[in-house]
């Protein structure tokens, strides 16, 4: 079972990006805080389709956000030297908002309702 269940803040505003055939994906990072204080894990994201309709609409830096999804690998040749490059990126199916301690309020949207 790939499951991975995690709550961070955006590192920076998330990217969106449209196809042609429709689709849309936002990329956005997100710090993790580890087990000690000063120990932070920034994980690479992406939303599909509504959920990154939502990333775009209502989240930028710095924005506490709770995820679900899975880990999956990225392959791709370095333009430069051709070498095999690759890195885990987290795809988020399950998205909810957590507003600042002042809003008090949180949303959470599932890929799958839309």
């Known amino acids: 079972m790939n499951n991975y269940c995690c709550v961070g803040n955006l590192g920076k505003d998330p990217e969106v990006k449209y196809f042609e055939n429709g689709n849309r994906?936002?990329?956005?990072?997100?710090?993790?805080?580890?087990?000690?204080?000063d120990d932070t894990l920034w994980l690479d994201c992406e939303a599909w389709n509504?959920?990154?309709?939502?990333?775009?609409?209502?989240?930028?830096?710095?924005?506490?956000?709770?995820?679900?999804?899975?880990?999956?690998?990225?392959?791709?040749?370095?333009?430069?030297?051709?070498?095999?490059?690759?890195?885990?990126?987290?795809?988020?199916?399950?998205?909810?908002?957590?507003g600042s301690k002042a809003d008090s309020q949180s949303s959470s949207y599932d890929d799958a309702a839309f």
């Open 50 to 98: 509504k959920t990154a309709d939502i990333m775009a609409d209502y989240c930028k830096k710095g924005s506490k956000v709770g995820l679900s999804g899975s880990l999956k690998a990225q392959k791709w040749a370095d333009k430069e030297t051709g070498a095999q490059r690759s890195k885990i990126v987290f795809n988020v199916s399950q998205l909810t908002l957590l």
């Open 25 to 37: 994906v936002a990329n956005f990072s997100v710090a993790v805080r580890g087990y000690k204080e």
